[in-house]
């Protein structure tokens, strides 16, 4: 039986993060990030059809802000297939497909800048990121964060 450590807390101010555990490497691995929890449950979702898909085992952990500190939450549970309604947003999260779609190039830079080795971001950054999801298009977006993660990679 496989021993699987802890999922350790992600670093920087809290905000909503997935994780998945690579065996293979035996580590833990930033897959999602985003200021609102709804992004971060359809990445987890997708991710985790895909990992499946190909046959492996899949185990997440879902960080999140509670009270201003981190607070790991249980990871949701998969879905019997067919039908699932989107689920209500919260106050303050995205309702539409536009605004998905900025959370989600949002989330791309951000999880880029994560592994660049930039976690703790000033109102300055944000807002810089900020203007590069309103300004970009998703391939854009996905091509700087690949850019911060090829800087950020072994040396």
């Known amino acids: 039986m496989e021993s699987r450590p802890e999922s350790p807390q992600p670093q920087g101010a809290p905000r909503w993060v997935a994780m998945f555990y690579r065996p293979a490497a035996g580590s833990?691995?930033?897959?999602?990030?985003?200021?609102?929890?709804?992004?971060?449950?359809?990445?987890?979702?997708?991710?985790?059809?895909?990992v499946r898909a190909r046959g492996d085992e899949v185990t997440v952990a879902l960080w999140g802000p509670k009270d201003g500190a981190w607070h790991r939450y249980d990871a949701p549970q998969p879905q019997p297939p067919g039908h699932r309604p989107?689920?209500?947003?919260?106050?303050?999260e995205p309702a539409t497909l536009a605004e998905r779609m900025t959370g989600r190039r949002h989330q791309v830079l951000m999880a880029g800048l994560t592994n660049a080795g930039l976690y703790d971001l000033s109102p300055?950054?944000?807002?810089t990121v900020q203007t590069l999801v309103?300004?970009?298009?998703?391939?854009?977006?996905?091509?700087v964060a690949h850019w911060l993660t090829t800087a950020g990679g072994p040396r």
């Not at 989107?86 to 303050?92: A, Y």
């Not at 300055?124 to 807002?127: A, G, L, N």
């Open 134 to 143: 309103e300004r970009l298009d998703e391939a854009a977006v996905r091509r």
């Open 124 to 127: 300055e950054d944000d807002t």
């Open 86 to 92: 989107d689920p209500e947003p919260s106050p303050g």
């Open 28 to 50: 833990w691995r930033t897959a999602a990030q985003s200021p609102h929890r709804s992004p971060v449950l359809y990445a987890l979702g997708e991710m985790t059809r895909a």
